[in-house]
């Protein structure tokens, strides 16, 4: 069944979108997003299925404000620091910690001596999809999680919601989970299961912050993955049960299941993200300047005509 078929908008466009606006984070919704590229079953019938499990799905929700979060990250800048090893080299360390808050993705432990002159030091909020693996890696390490000023999953919950609550009420950190109904949202206009990096931008670009900062995000080296990420990043992930490393520390593509998250649709997507906020929320560091900078011209091109 693809998104902009006859049969979708019957069964589904009321679950879908009910009284919830038409974009995310200002950016409309397509009339007719992108075919539908990840091995699991779509939004629509991943919804479905949950609610055949259970009342705690029954519809389509939007994204669920978090008040608390809000007065923490208001007019604020702020710097998301994803994990990629390019950075290495970098010593992005100091520019990092100079912003306001610093959130990292996926992070489970404090950044060491020998990572703090390239990505810095402090760690105040963390984006965490919660799976089992990345569940484990921060439960053997509770000392950072409890050291934060908020964590915040923007990631499926759902299929063991309880779990995820339980063990963020264990940590005692105050928590924000994105709601489902709003990523799958994401993932329907996108066209696949998003990266943490991505969901954790669409997230905290609904707050008033005054400044995102987006640096160590590369879509996997734009989606050719390359020699970088068979370094420390991955050594991390296989030691703590994410996937196995070949002789050579190179990830099994199989493990790293990009059959569920493909890179592809969500760099097209981050065009739009940037088109639509860059100048105004939205910066960007060298990485991403280089590889999305026609999306930069457009953005600085709409910022000068407003």
């Known amino acids: 069944m693809e998104w902009g078929s006859i049969l979708y908008k019957e069964k589904f466009v009321n679950k879908w979108y009910g009284s919830t606006e038409a974009n995310i984070v200002g950016i409309p919704l397509s009339n007719m997003p ?91 909020i963390l984006m965490n999809c919660l799976n089992i693996h990345k569940i484990n890696a921060l439960r053997g390490n509770m000392n950072f999680p409890r050291s934060l000023k908020y964590i915040v ?18 940590i005692g950190t105050p928590w924000h989970n994105v709601c489902d109904g709003y990523l799958f949202k994401i993932f329907k206009e996108v066209g696949t299961i998003c990266n943490t990096g991505l969901t954790s931008i669409l997230t905290l670009l609904n707050y008033d912050i005054k400044e995102l900062y987006v640096t160590g995000m590369t879509f996997f080296n734009m989606n050719t993955f390359g020699k970088v990420y068979y370094d420390k990043y991955h050594d991390e992930a296989s030691k703590n049960g ?41 910066s960007l560091d060298n990485y991403l300047m280089e590889n999305f900078k026609n999306s930069v011209e457009i953005a600085k091109r709409k910022n000068l005509n407003d």
Not at 98 to 123: A, I
Not at 157 to 166: A, T
Request: charged share 25%.
């Open 34 to 124: 992108p075919p539908w590229q990840s091995s699991v079953p779509t939004p629509a019938v991943q919804l479905k299925n949950l609610g055949s499990r259970g009342p705690f799905v029954n519809g389509f929700r939007d994204y669920n404000y978090d008040s608390d979060f809000s007065d923490l990250v208001a007019g604020k800048r702020v710097v998301l620091v994803c994990p990629s090893p390019h950075l290495q080299g970098k010593k992005m360390g100091a520019k990092i910690d100079s912003y306001d808050l610093v959130v990292r993705v996926n992070q489970h432990y404090h950044m060491t001596k020998n990572e703090q002159p390239d990505y810095g030091f402090r760690t105040d």
């Open 153 to 170: 999953c923007p990631n499926l919950s759902m299929w063991d919601i309880q779990r995820v609550e339980n063990f963020l009420n264990e």
């Open 242 to 282: 994410n996937f196995r490393s070949t002789p050579d520390r190179a990830p099994s593509i199989k493990d790293l299941r990009m059959d569920i998250h493909h890179q592809s649709p969500q760099i097209e997507y981050f065009k739009k993200v940037v088109q639509t906020h860059y100048g105004s929320k939205l």
